[in-house]
Nanobody
Framework: QVYLVESGGGLVQAGGSLRLSCIASGDRFSINTMGWYRQGPGNQREMVATLSNGGRTNYADSVKGRFTISRDHAKNAVFLQMNNLKPEDTAVYYC???????????WGQGTQVTVSS
């Protein structure tokens, strides 16, 4: 079992920045990809950014050039630096970890990001 704990959400004005953090813990050591997803009010959950152990990144088109995902493998952590935030970025952001051995996604509880205009 893997537990994901997120932090860093909050309220920020448009154009501002936030940095989300997620720490993975538990007795699983086969996590390959970690990333961030978000779900805005009335919207489906969507992928924001992912980063594999090998360094491969994926970003949603809407955040390219503004968001940067990074990992600290020693700390089992993944981060999302969000710059030039827009009101449409307002959502609950969920940390995700993919277990390559069991092909299973673990999810954090989510952290609220609110961007005011």
């Amino acid at each position: 079992q893997v537990y994901l704990v997120e932090s860093g959400g909050g309220l920020v004005q448009a154009g501002g920045s936030l940095r989300l953090s997620c720490i993975a813990s538990g007795d699983r050591f086969s996590i390959n990809t970690m990333g961030w997803y978000r779900q805005g009010p009335g919207n489906q959950r969507e992928m924001v950014a992912t980063l594999s152990n090998g360094g491969r990144t994926n970003y949603a088109d809407s955040v390219k050039g503004r968001f940067t995902i990074s990992r600290d493998h020693a700390k089992n952590a993944v981060f999302l630096q969000m710059n030039n935030l827009k009101p449409e970025d307002t959502a609950v952001y969920y940390c995700n970890a993919f277990d390559r051995e069991y092909e299973y996604h673990y999810w954090g509880q989510g952290t609220q990001v609110t961007v005011s205009s």
